[in-house]
């Protein structure tokens, strides 16, 4: 795989404004994307694995601010693009398939609708274009365009919402697509299948993708690479073999061992014990020590700088700190 | 998309244009004012049917101005005066009266008046039973302007109700004689009352009358009325146009009053009110008698309220100067000797027995007296009755009317302090004047008129002891009213006792004036004695007139002329108008004819006149501009944060 | 959905489900006109008694002819039970007759009564109806752009309070400050004298003059409600995922405002607009009593002090239909609006 | 095992009215179609199916909350239909739920406290306030939620979805209970916690006896529960059972083609094996209307081994091999 | 009850209840601005209404000049009217406080007549489903269907009252539908939660589960209906007694109203203006209050505030 660095985040900061202080959603994260790979990111609910793709896109919510750090995407800083340079990059080149898929299409207008009005944001006027442009795509995602273009989206089942919604995210062919749990909800067949999907797109289109989910299991079918969030912080990231292989950071371990799944020994299983941290009030030092087997007394002090132990993987503890 | 662009610029240039047309509404009114007009009020409003036929309930009246009488009626002197009839002859012997009508009179629509009209009228009078036919058995026509009546019952009343009274001629010969035919035809009273049906059915096209107005048309907001050209006496009118803008509220015709929107009117006025419109330099108020009153009356059904002590009581207790003041300090004078004889006739009828009145000056040791004597105990404030309840009255006035709710307000509030109970209850008045309450006799005090619009004393006594809107005494105030009145006992400068009902009846036929005073006088003995009403206050008419538009009549000199306004005070306005009493005030009206720019004349006009006229007066350029943009700057003031937001 | 298969088989649902609305409608006129039927009858006061005390205080008639005329004029009047007036005044409710007022012009049908007045309420509530909606539309939407705001908490207090102001003290000070002390508009009434009715310039001109204070006050009191409900709608709809989608997707925002913020806003607002629209001939006594306006609510305050018992009975009758047909245009009206509806969730 | 099963569900049907739109036509939802087992005496059986095929119906007909069309519910033996007035109270205290939603499963306006006491008051468990301090202590003791006196007085939104979870776990052990019904009882909760849930309602087997219908989605949890607590899977698909074995066995040797998609199709956290797997296609992806399921086996418009009796034929569960039941024409011999 | 036998859990209630229902709603209205003046403002016209009428002498005529302007405008400032006199010299504050009482009373039983009404009618249409729902949707349907102010209008004439608490209920009789729908909405949605159906698993008693698990959760919303009802009883009744069909009773501020607009001119004259604001004030002020109180009120209920201060 090329080497080229698409996207690379750098120190980035993300709070969220509430009425007991600022809330670092995404605290201090730095990575990069090479091009044409898939990018896993895993973590619990409230690690700000959303939160950091939606700063990625510059779309937060209301009260949340980009606090510090610099996203660069193709060495220009996104952070620093005015409103209306940031829409051209965005769907055209950096495009999004939110979460769930229920509700993130307008009830009430046609499905076609959502295509025409997302080309003509992004100056393409010509219907029929986008339209053939469209039926493309959805052939390729096994969807019926004639019966699914024409109709509303609660006439449409959950997994053809998430197929109609990777369609859309595609019209411009971007070179980053970022899938923000596109998997959850859905049911297990249909979980696959859009699994399948994504990767046969992948194939074809040689495209980077960032994968953003809960679910560990998924990571390791689809992913190339993998980062793992935890509370805000990245705790681990790197090739996906190496880091499923073995896991450093005693999150990932734990984290590993507390999916039941199919293939594991059930006897080996066992729950992380405690529970998240208050955000607003982060635990000093590392903000996982609290909940860790393996923390000393410095864990609780100072908290751990990222350690790439070998090229491309990187580990924020202090077990692996040569300090 | 664009939908949200287009719905607020309509809302915008709806306002815009409202608010432009609005502004520019007084400077076209200006324009017109080259004709002359007057303002009054009305009080019709125009819905389908039946507005214009003058039989039927609710249609539009507009007597002295569009109707006439065959007699103008001078109250203040009990005079009548020449109108449609030219001269009359009463002919007691041969018990008839014959009326000569005046030539060069035509309706409306250009038929002729004559002889045959007041007929057809009469006739049609006769089929609702009017007042007259007690009075008379026939109407003849005897030439084309001469009519005579045959009397059946010889009375002093006759020239009220032959001249005045019933003496409205509204139905021309051309239109309603084929009714006035039938009922002369008629034979049973199913037939009769057939014919009542299909008259109140008709519909005519127009108001039809032969006054100097000609009805034009009726709005949802105004009457308009057009000088008629063929008037009799029309060189001397000077007034083309009368709109009548429909007010039914006191407060509304004061807003109008301030704003000098009308010429001639009559609503009551509180105090303050009043002040401030003497105030306006356009605005003179005269005050006139309206002849009537209000009164408490006592039901004698209530056992307490038939003992005399206990009425006595009630009637020193009441402040009568406060109760007046808190009707309408400015309307409403206290009465000096409630007997029932009207403050401007006072010295006239009851002058010579005055010492021998009791004017019942507010005297509440008395009226603790009396309670005690009549078996009444007071314990911690509160009267019990002789049985050791309560005593506790039930008072009753209609509600809508706000002059005497004030009043009986204040009694009650004066009766509690002394220690009765008071309860006040305000029924809708036109429940109040039905079976329902007044009418049916259920209270124990209630409010009724005094006086009754006349100053002969007859119509007064005859309200007091006879009937009310034609329901017997005996319904309203107890089934034994009558019984007290019977045999009289008379005292003061009267001695032997007399039957109230009968000398009320005998003041209505004697015609000698020594023997109308004799009996007036012992009537109003027996009313401040006996105290079957208790008269409170008489109210007083103000007659508002704009001298800045129409000069008047001095009232110092023409008293009598305004005092006519009581109970009509169009027919007042329509008599000075045809009489050259009301003329259009140079000043204003050859100033706005002249000069050419309508817009310079109101400016001018504003600044010659006072400068409260200035504050108020209708729009002048410069200020157009002004008031054009308050609305639509507001609504831009409303609508420029959300464009802005939106814009980020 | 196979309904294009047979289009006959697609649309019987559709006049299955209309037949049994329009009966649930009827069966709810039948009963709310009993109600108002009854409830009028029981009021006190004999339409007759107050008809003969006009005639003999206006007219000088003596009490019995005043009587006799009273009935010969009334004769539409049923005598007879309460049951009996009440099923004859169904079965003349059936044939479209209202009776006949008592109170203007003795023997006027209510029905022409109503043809009058009804177009001059459509006219100002009708319209202030529809102001107030854009307006308050306009403002919801903006508070909701800056919900938690100190703006927008000022204002929410603000309509919250002007809401709850009452309409008669609103119109009354418009009246005394714009129609008496500046003379902006006209007082009273729904046109002047010297324009002729129809359809021409002088007369439109004069007609929103004088609806001018009327729609006034009408929307100052009702813009608040608008303006909280919408604002409260936005508020949810701008949570909701696709808005934060279509951002992302770049769509301009006037887009976003209008097809995905204002349509779906608006529509939970729609059903209670249409209710408000079946109200208008109710809710204006009263303004129309104040400004002398010759609408609905004017002629039902006057039926009450007049105890024109089938006046009344015709003004409930006209509002009552008024709103179960409104409610009934906005039940069908929402299904082809809202897709959600219109092909069955 | 000898004992009578504590629950016994024989042949439920439950069919639910639905509106079709807003145009009227009532039809009917065969939410569950014939549905039989037993949950042994302290024992687990687990239900797992994907969303739709009518596991949460079964769990709220045996709790009583939906009424059955058609078929038995055995309680200890006796048809709980046919229960006395009291008997069929007791029944219903025996037999409590644990909601999937740990959100909308507490009171939002109560504290734990409130929440906690209300049933030991109902039932005459506790009785004066000091009785249910103690006693609401002791479960939260028991559920893992120690110390209790720093829960006892916070309401739900105090608290994090695990604890909710058991403070739900708390209220419905509070009454005694044999069986819980467990729907869905992990699926909200964060993904590190999940297998303490778990772990809390085994140890309760243990220690209280408690029996579980337990009811899920996820064959990694069902396996996870089923085989440590020794009890079996069930498979329903569109009202029915399909499969039903011992829990390792379900997973290590699926037979009917509707288990082996579904079990080939669940990701594997590992992942070279992962891209090895070859998932088994089905012919359709879309679920049949439940309001109009196909005739015969109800899979066999998206099976890829249907043959012509599976379109007319209703396959039966049989065992085809010991404890293992299948219902599919092709292990019907 | 049962609590008694033990002295020290039944002090604990009594603490308990205090801490619950007075100082956490105080705390929790305190924090809240205009909670606090809403509050204020409510309870200084519950005061007025309550004591004002010991304190302030009975409204009497002819005792100052008539039409004397609000003394604020003169020096030195009467203490005596501070609001000025009528046009029959009656203190304007008196009358005030004397019109307190009756229009608290009307807005406090129209409040709790629509408010028991509606609950009562929402609770059991909406708990009770089935042919109870269709019959009590079905009546309260058609009432709302007759329009409100011309029904109050007339029931007003033929119940004929002079009682407060009549003429709250009359207004009550039309307000008490909208309650009752949104209640039953509420339940029906409430119904749908799981503590509902878990309460009903755990054998817990019908009442128990409407007033223990259900009401808590709907009693902000009826308590803020409750103000609304009020508030809209008092411009309902103000309003009528305006028109004048409502019988006049002797001091009340739609009276007082009536009497300054039509007796004493208040709209068409400067001296009379003070008499015409001062009821529209009163009227005004105290909306404002309410309106500002039910702010307070849903946090009052609210399980997330309460804890917060607590």
Known sequence: MGNERILEVKNLVVHYLTARGPLPAVNDVSFSIEKGRIVGVVGESGSGKTTLALAILRQLPRLTRIYKGSVMFHGIDLVKLSEKEMNEIRWKKISYVPQAALNALNPTIKIIDHFIETGNAHGINDKKLIVEKAVEIMKMLNLEPERVLYGYPHELSGGMKQRVLIALSMIFEPELLILDEPTTALDLLTQRLILDLIKDLHRRTHMTVMFITHDIATIADIADDVIVMYAGKLMEKGDVFTVFKNPHHPYTKALMSSIPDLTGDINKMRSIPGSLPDLINPPSGCIFHPRCPYAFEKCKREEPPAVEIKPGHVVSCWLYSKQ | MAGRKYVLAAILMVLVVLSATSATLPLVKAEQKKEVVLYTHGWWQPYPRNRYNPFAPRHIGLTGLVKERLAFWDKLNNKYEPWLAESWEFKENEKKVIIHLRKNVYWHDGQKFTAKDVWTTL?????????????????????????????????????????????????????????????????????????RTELIKFEPKTVLGTGPFKFEKITTSEVVLV?????????????????????????????????????????????????????????????????????????????????????????????????????????FEPVDYPTGILKVVEDKWIGDIKSYLNPYNTNPSKAEELLKEAGFTKKNGKWYTPDGKVFKLSFVVPGGWTDWVAAAKEITDELKNFGI?????????????????YLGGNYDLAFDFFGAWMTYPWAAFNRIFIEVNDRPKSQIQGQDFEKFFENVKLGGPFSGTVNAMQLTEKLAVIWDPKEQKDTAQKLA???????????????????????????????????????????????????????????????????????????????????????????????????????????????????????????? | MDGSSSALKGYMPVLKWFTKRLLIALITIYFAVTLSFFVVKAMPGDPVQALIQMFVSQYYMDYDSAKSLAEAAAPFIPKGSVLHQYISYLISFLHGNLGVSISYSTGTPVKDLLIQSIPWTVLVVGSALIISFAIGILIGTGMAYVHGSKIDSFLAVFFSVIRSIPEYVVALVL???????????????????????????????????HAALPILSWVIVHVSGWALSMRASTVTVLGED??????????????ILVSYIGKNAILPLFTSFMLSIGFMFGGSVFIEYIFAYPGVGNLLYQAITMRDTYLMLGVFNIIIVAVVISALIADILYGVIDPRIRRGA | MLDTPIIEVRDLKVYFPVKKGIFGRTYYVKAVDGVSFEIPEEGIFTLVGESGCGKTTVGRTIVGVVKPTAGKILYKGKDTSKLSKEEYLEYRRNVQIVHQDPYSALNPTKTVFQSLAAPLKRWGIAKSRNELREKVSELLELVGLNPPGEFINKYPHQLSGGQ????????????????????????????????????????????????YLF??????????????????????????????????????????????????????????????????????????????????????????????????????????????????????? | MKMAQNGSSFSELIRNAVEDWIIIPGKIIARNKRGLVGLIIALGYLFVGIVGTHIIQEPQSFTCIPYEPPSILKWPPSFEHPLGCDYIGTDILAQIVYGTPIVLQIALTAGLITTIIGVLVGLTAGFKGGMVDTVLTGITQIIMTIPGLPLIIVLSTVIRTYQPWTIGALIAIRWWTGLAMSIRSQVLSIKQRDFIEAAKVLGMKTHHIILREIMPNLISYIAINFVFAAVGAIYASVGLYFLGVLPISTYNWGVMLNMAYKQAGGGASVAALHYFLAPILAIVLLQTGLILLTYALDEVFNPRIRTEVS
């Open chain 4, 164 to 211: 909710r979870q058991r403070v739900v776990i708390a209220r419905a052990i509070s009454v005694n209970p044999d069986v819980i019904v467990a729907d869905e009882p992990i699926t909200m909760i964060d993904v590190s916690l999940r297998i303490g849930i778990l772990d809390l309602l085994l140890k309760l087997k243990e220690e209280v006896g408690t029996s």
């Open chain 3, 175 to 209: 009246l005394i400050v714009f129609g008496f002390h500046f003379k902006w508009f006209p007082t009273r009434g729904a046109y002047s004298p010297n324009v002729t009715p129809g359809f021409n310039l002088p007369f439109i001109k004069d007609v929103l003059k």
């Open chain 2, 123 to 195: 006739m049609l009078y006769k089929l609702f039973n009017r007042p007259i036919w007690k009075y008379i058995s026939d109407v003849k026509v005897i030439d084309d302007y001469t009519v005579e009546y045959d009397v059946k019952e010889w009375s002093y009343l006759l020239p009220y109700y032959l001249l005045y009274r019933d003496a409205e001629i509204v139905a021309p010969y051309h239109i309603y004689g084929k009714f006035a035919e039938q009922v002369a035809k008629a034979q049973s009273e199913s037939e009769l009352n057939n014919i």
């Open chain 3, 242 to 255: 696709y808005i934060t989608y279509a951002k992302i997707r770049g769509l301009p925002s006037r887009r």
């Open chain 2, 227 to 331: 000088k008629f050209d063929k008037y009799w006496n029309a060189d001397k009118i000077h007034i083309d146009k009368i709109v009548l803008p429909y007010i039914t509220a006191n407060e509304v015709g004061w807003l109008y009053y301030r704003s000098g929107q009308l010429d001639y009117d009559v609503f009551m006025m509180p105090p303050a009110v009043y002040d401030e419109i003497k105030k306006l330099p356009f605005a003179e108020v005269t005050k006139v008698y309206d002849l009537s009153g209000f009164a408490i009356v006592y039901n004698f059904k209530n056992p307490y309220l038939r003992d005399l002590r206990v009425r006595e009581a009630i009637a020193y207790v009441i402040d009568k100067q406060k109760v007046a003041q808190a009707a309408g300090g400015s309307a």
């Open chain 2, 525 to 648: 003995w027996i009313v401040n004695h006996y105290l079957p009403i208790f008269p409170i206050a008489e109210k007083q008419l103000m007659i508002y007139y704009n001298v800045q538009h129409f000069k008047w009549p001095d009232p110092k000199t023409h008293f009598n002329l305004w005092q006519a306004a009581a109970g009509g005070h169009q027919e007042a306005l329509g008599w000075m108008i045809i009489n050259g009493y009301v003329q259009p005030n140079p000043s204003y009206w050859e100033a706005t004819s002249t000069t050419p720019t309508p817009t310079t004349v109101v400016k001018t006009e504003t600044q010659v006149k006072t400068e409260t006229v200035t504050k108020t007066a209708t729009a002048t350029g410069t200020s157009t501009s002004a008031k054009t943009c308050g609305p639509a700057v507001l609504v831009a003031l409303a609508i420029i944060p959300l464009l802005m937001r939106r814009r980020r």
């Open chain 2, 421 to 437: 109970d008071v309860e006040l209850r305000t029924p809708e008045s036109s429940s109040y004047w039905s079976e329902d309450w």
């Open chain 4, 215 to 333: 009811i899920t989605h996820d064959f990694g949890a069902a396996r996870y529960f089923s085989a440590k607590g020794g009890g079996s899977i069930a498979v329903m698909y569109l009202g029915k059972i399909v499969e039903v074995a011992a829990a390792e066995e379900v997973i290590q040797n699926p037979l009917h083609p509707y288990t082996k998609a579904l079990i080939s199709s669940v990701p594997v956290a590992d992942p070279e094996l992962s891209r090895k797997r070859k998932p088994l296609k089905l012919k359709s992806l879309d679920i049949p209307s439940p309001l109009n399921p196909p005739s015969g086996c109800k899979f066999h418009t998206r099976c890829p081994y249907s043959t012509d009796i599976c379109s007319k034929v209703e396959p039966e569960l049989k065992e085809v091999s010991p404890g293992h039941y299948v219902a599919c024409h092709l292990y019907q011999g």
